[in-house]
């Protein structure tokens, strides 16, 4: 029986293909071959000028919904993002040389997603977050390390709730392509694309 891979690439075949339903396929075959970091992920945002801006961040959910990422909302990427709900997202897995774009749109997650994923991280990931006062200026290495001791200090009991300024956001595709290295250059590129979230996918095959 052909795999949905295989039958992306068919020309021959007419049949559906969700790409929401391939995408997962993807990245447990990264994760089997990828030394680190399947779920990284570039992001790429604008700012109030319109100049583009990216940075590495690792995928933290993923449901037919959308790719979910959290961060500090006070960060650029946060700042950005909350300003122009629009993102790109790029996975690159060199092992298996195929990558996927993404397009759409940023929604910001519940609070009750964003609670229930910062209680599965680690203390000091969780002391880090309210440590950082994320893209800003840092005089100093030292005087981030004085403020994750202070936080330490009052957070001894355990109990460190999720900042305000920490939560997610969900990127709800409009755009996705799926991409395979090919001898001499000659990849293979099949893009999907809908007009809105609850619209049907539509599917193109592109030139390399």
Do not use: C
């Not at 295989?6 to 929401?20: E, V």
């Not at 100093?140 to 001894?156: M, P």
């Not at 999720?162 to 990849?187: C, N, T, V």
């Amino acid at each position: 029986m052909a795999s949905l891979t295989d039958l992306l690439f068919d020309d021959a075949h007419k049949g559906d293909i969700d790409p929401m339903e391939l995408f997962p396929v993807w990245l447990d075959e990264a994760r089997a071959s990828e030394i680190n970091d399947p779920n990284a992920m570039a992001v790429a945002s604008v700012d109030e000028a319109g100049l583009p801006d990216i940075r590495m961040v690792l995928l933290n959910g993923f449901s037919l919904a959308g790719f979910v990422f959290f961060t500090n909302f006070e960060s650029a990427k946060g700042r950005e993002l909350l300003a122009h709900p629009r993102a790109a997202l790029l996975f690159h897995w060199k092992s298996l040389r195929r990558q996927v774009r993404v397009r759409g749109i940023a929604q910001e997650v519940p609070p009750a997603e964003a609670d229930a994923y910062f209680a599965t991280r680690p203390a000091q990931s969780r002391i880090g977050a309210h440590a950082s006062d994320q893209s800003r200026p840092l005089e100093s290495r030292q005087v981030l390390v004085d403020r994750v001791d202070a936080l330490t200090e009052r957070f001894s009991d355990g109990d460190i709730h999720r900042p305000a300024h920490w939560s997610g956001f969900r990127i709800i595709p409009l755009q996705i392509e799926f991409w395979k290295d090919g001898a001499f250059r000659l990849h293979d590129r099949v893009l999907f694309s809908r007009p809105a979230p609850d619209a049907p996918w539509g599917r193109t095959r592109l030139y390399p």
